[in-house]
């Protein structure tokens, strides 16, 4: 692939690729296709979604509208008119979903005891944690098993987050201090490619994605995840955008990478196994390497600096992890569980069938 | 400034785990050859088991390698 293919800007959509999935979205969708005319009142809507939901977490109109809601702030979700960024009513919006969502968070996810707060109690527990073993796993069916069709529906439910990789956790640099900020530069610095933009993980990942013939460009397919999917994500967003909750942001930025190195040297595996290149696997490859390396600064730098110079956020950090182990672990059961049931693990097929019909890498064409 | 300027190298010896090295220094193989350092801080494996060695690539967690005394 040429340099300057992986160097061309992100494409974005004129109106949204994706439909709604309830009233609220369906509202939402509806004020931002065009500017902002007043102040209209959301919340009794909000409500009815809140009462309907039974479970927050996977349930899509909520989901969806936290997902178009935190995409004002990061652009490329929908085109709109940039006064919505900050206008009363969405912010209101937003305050009373994540309330709701943070609550249930709280409620569900399993937050293991507390260790002293020092940075190596804290990176000990941290690696302990993120070392259990949580049964059958994604990465070890896309090694052994996954065909070109499954890989191209992983790819399709990473790229929620992996196009913008990293971005959720750098809204908390200014939110840290101190030996905390320092170590979250370190990692998201190596992640947007140490000043070289053709190195950035997100553009690794959309050369990748283009290599299995998918459209890099934000929001292609977002019809086809599930609402847990957009979960993920949007949790990662609340704790990166509210400062209150920087303690879990860098407790789930530990987490995250700690869980990340073994299983990227198996998605190499799959990939390669289905007579992809290093093309295609690049972005696995590089991450086997560079997450060995942030897993250690995220650790005791990040989490374990914080919980010292901050003992009263210990909770959160452990919290943050804990969260990102089980909404990201439901995530990859929910494709998990579809593959082994002989089924797809998207929300409605691939319009294209575009996987199926991508050229083996390295065949130029 | 004159810290900058020197970017004396450290290593911190990661409790059951790889070295992380930060700063500069050269990287070489037994004929003096230098090996690419892909990144500023890179963490280098002394469990032995690596894929990628010299550097880190996690599996020291999967064998339960430990450093402690
Ligand atoms: S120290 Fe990490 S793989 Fe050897």
């Known amino acids: ?365 | 400034m004159s810290d900058l300027n020197r970017a004396a190298p450290r290593i911190v010896a990661c409790p059951n785990g790889p070295l992380l090295v930060r700063g500069e220094l050269d990287l070489v193989t037994p004929e003096g050859d230098p090996i690419e350092r892909k990144r500023r801080t890179i963490a280098l494996c002394r469990c032995g088991v690596s894929s990628i060695k010299p550097f880190c690539d996690g599996t020291h967690k999967a064998i339960g390698f430990t450093t402690t005394e």
């Open chain 1, 1 to 365: 692939m040429a340099l300057s293919e992986t160097l061309t800007k992100q494409g974005t959509f004129p109106t949204p690729p994706f439909s709604a999935r309830g009233p609220l979205s369906v509202r939402l969708l509806d004020l931002l296709s065009a500017a902002p005319d007043g102040d209209p009142h959301l919340i009794p809507l909000a409500d009815e979604a809140l009462q309907a939901a039974t479970d927050i977490v996977h349930d899509d109109d909520i989901q969806l509208a936290l997902f178009l809601l935190y995409g004002l702030h990061y652009g490329s979700v929908v085109e709109t008119d940039d006064a919505w960024e900050w206008h009363p009513s969405l912010i209101a919006l937003r305050l009373h979903l994540e309330a709701a969502f943070e609550a249930e968070l709280r409620r569900v996810v399993p937050v293991p005891a507390l260790p002293e707060p020092s940075s190596a109690a804290v990176a000990a527990a941290l690696f302990a944690l993120t070392g259990e073993d949580s049964g059958p796993s994604l990465s070890r069916y896309i090694a052994a098993k996954a065909n070109r069709e499954q890989l191209a529906e992983f790819l399709v439910h990473r790229s929620i987050y992996t196009l913008k990789e990293a971005d959720p956790h750098s809204w908390a640099i200014p939110r840290l201090t101190g030996r905390a900020k320092a170590a979250m530069v370190e990692i998201q610095s190596d992640e947007y490619g140490g000043g070289r933009p053709e190195r950035m993980h997100a553009t690794i990942f959309a050369g990748m994605m283009r290599g299995l013939g998918l459209d890099d460009r934000y929001g292609s397919y977002v019809d086809q995840v599930p609402a847990v999917t957009l979960a993920s994500l949007n949790m990662m967003s609340m704790f990166g955008l509210n400062r209150r909750l920087r303690g879990a942001i860098a407790g789930h930025l530990a987490a995250f990478e700690m869980t990340s190195s073994i299983p990227c040297g198996l998605y190499s595996r799959g990939f390669r196994r289905n007579g992809f290149g290093q093309d295609v696997t690049w972005y696995f490859d590089e991450h086997v390497e560079a997450d060995a390396v942030h897993e250690q600064i995220a650790g005791r730098d990040l989490a374990g600096s914080l919980a010292e110079d901050e003992p009263s956020l210990l909770p959160d950090i452990l919290f943050g992890a804990a969260a990102c182990l089980t909404v990201d672990g439901w995530a990859g059961a929910h494709i998990l569980d579809a593959w082994t049931a002989g089924n797809s693990a998207l929300r409605v097929p691939l319009v294209t069938g575009a996987a199926a019909s991508a050229p083996a890498s390295g065949s130029e064409s």
